[in-house]
């Protein structure tokens, strides 16, 4: 394998892991951080051939970088989106750079003459604004933004997820003539930190770690490895004959509760914060009233959202590890790296 792939967001979670397993599988890297300051500080965590891995300063936000970050590139994996950890003040501090930055990525990929454009989506793309209950979802699936009252009640994360899929998906449709787009859809992504700077998808375990989460209310999600996730990725690149497709990248829908018993019982005396105690939810729901945290999971109490792994298995011969293996991976590194107060 001789191709170039840029890489945005090299200093995020799971481009990290990505980064790793393309120079592995011989890839050259372009990748891109806001300020080449933090460059050897990311090629200090990254650990690959140096001599693979170019830097380029490109932000979301500005029309500067992204051309010369692609020039050569066959490929691009466009990871780069805002994930914080707490709800901004105002949503289009999430959606502008998320829509726009993958629009710059696109119209740089083209101009630059990319093959391949595979996008970091989510399952927030996929899953969410169908109501409360169980419900079963596949790529065929949409959030629904158009609700009366959804932009009220779906979090700026889950709409700047679906506004930028959607929008890179229309400028696909008019303007990007032969360039494939592929995207990846992954439900939340635990597994080992490289560093301290952890993604905002590791927090819950490290809430259950440190026993600042009190009592798990009634919500859970999908869970995935950010090994597998990069794992995805990669086959998302090479694979011939999927151009539009869309992949979930998940291993199975877990109940915060089922979490805190994986962590109690695998790490033993490490997890003697953890809190396996239900809240009922009649107490999160008066709480709210109160507490911003308590607030943010009213909507998902008592939901069951199973996204199926079936097509990337079938079309691209995915595996995803247990989520078991992702909780306790994710829990020992926290620990490991001084980021849980015991
Ligand atoms: P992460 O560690 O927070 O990485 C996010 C990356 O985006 C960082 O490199 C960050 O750069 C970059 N970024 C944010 N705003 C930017 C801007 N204005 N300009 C340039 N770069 C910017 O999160 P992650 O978990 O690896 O997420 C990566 C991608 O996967 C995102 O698209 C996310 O939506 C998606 N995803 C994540 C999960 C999950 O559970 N983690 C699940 C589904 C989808 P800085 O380091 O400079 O902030």
Redesign the pocket.
Known sequence: MSHTVFV?????????FLIRQLVAEGWTVHT????LA?EAQVRELLQVDNRRLRFFA?????DAGWAEAMAGCSHVAH??????MGAPKNADELIV??RD?ALRALRAAKAAGVRRFVM?????AIAYGRGRGVHHFTEADWTDLSKPGARKEISA?IQ??TVAEKAAREWMATEGGTMEFVSI??????GPVLSR?????LVIVKKLLDGSLGACPDIGFGV?D?RD?ADLHVRALNAPGIAGERFI?NDRFMKLGEIADVLRSKLGAEAHKVTTRQVPDWMVRVTALFVPLAKAVVGELGSVRHQSPAHAKAVLGWQARPAEQSIVDAARSLLDQGLVKR
């Open positions: 945005s967001g090299g200093s995020g979670y799971i481009a990290g891109s951080v806001r300020s933090t490109a932000d979301l936000n500005v990871v780069a989106s805002p994930l914080p750079p998320a930055g970091t989506s989510s399952v927030a994360y700047s997820k859809c992954p439900s939340v992504v635990l700077d952890y993604s905002a998808s995935v950010v996730v990248a």
